[in-house]
């Protein structure tokens, strides 16, 4: 079963603008992490942020989370559009390598 | 070093038959996860091994069963076939200089007609 929600399903901006993708999930946690999924292909690993962190930059990539509130949010910064594909969240419960998928945000990017 | 493979990356079976997919983790990396991504049910855990020990199971009856060899290498089986059975499914190994990290496979397209 999946840990929890993403909002929004899909997401469409222009080249340049900001993207925000939120999550949500269900019980405590370890780790969360953001994969990028383009066209029904493997799965890249974009960013993970500990339960003990808020905060965490990689390039274009904010990640947040908010423990409280079982939440984080995946903000890209000048999107592009090769930056179109499906990006889930996923959490780590540290019951071994389990990861738990949110239900994923479709991201097109318009030239 | 080379990512983790899958093949075959396309398969198409008929109901009832069985299907063997197999991974092949990044080089020095000894756990093996498998997932289901589905339309209707999104991704989904199915096992995980280390060291040829299946450590985690999903919940997934029992016609869905793994190994993993002494090289690290993974199969999934996957027996009596159903149409709901038609999925992606996707491998991901783990590191030790990286323990939260897992890398994903190109994954294996399953059609079941």
């Known amino acids: 079963s999946q840990q929890g929600e993403e909002d929004p399903q899909a997401l469409s901006i222009q080249e340049g603008e900001n993207a925000t993708m939120n999550c949500s999930y269900k019980t405590s946690i370890n780790n969360l992490q953001w994969y990028r999924q383009n066209s029904g292909r493997g799965l890249v690993h974009l960013i993970l942020i500990r339960s003990n962190e808020r905060e965490k930059h990689s390039g274009r990539l904010r990640v947040t989370l908010d423990t409280s509130k079982k939440s984080s949010s995946l903000l890209i910064t000048a999107s592009r559009a090769a930056d179109t594909a499906s990006y889930f969240c996923?959490?780590?419960?540290?019951?071994?390598?389990?990861?738990?998928f949110g239900g994923g945000t479709r991201l097109m990017v318009k030239p | 070093k080379a990512g983790v493979t899958q093949t075959p990356r396309y398969l198409i079976k008929t109901r009832g038959q069985q299907v063997t997919l197999s991974c092949s983790p990044i080089?020095?990396?000894?756990?093996v996860s498998w997932y289901q991504q589905t339309p209707g049910q999104g991704l989904q855990f199915l096992f995980e091994?280390?060291?040829?020990?299946?450590?985690n199971k999903g919940n997934f009856p029992g016609r869905f069963s793994g190994r993993q060899f002494s090289n690290s290498r993974s199969e999934m089986n996957v027996s009596t076939l159903e149409l709901g059975d038609s999925a992606l499914y996707l491998c991901?190994?783990?590191?030790?200089?990286?323990?939260?990290?897992?890398?994903f496979g190109p994954g294996t397209r399953l059609t079941v007609l």
């Open positions: 080089s020095g990396h000894r756990s």
């Open positions: 996923a959490t780590d419960d540290n019951a071994g390598n389990m990861l738990t």
């Open positions: 991901a190994s783990v590191g030790t200089s990286r323990p939260d990290t897992q890398y």
């Open positions: 091994y280390f060291s040829e020990t299946q450590r």
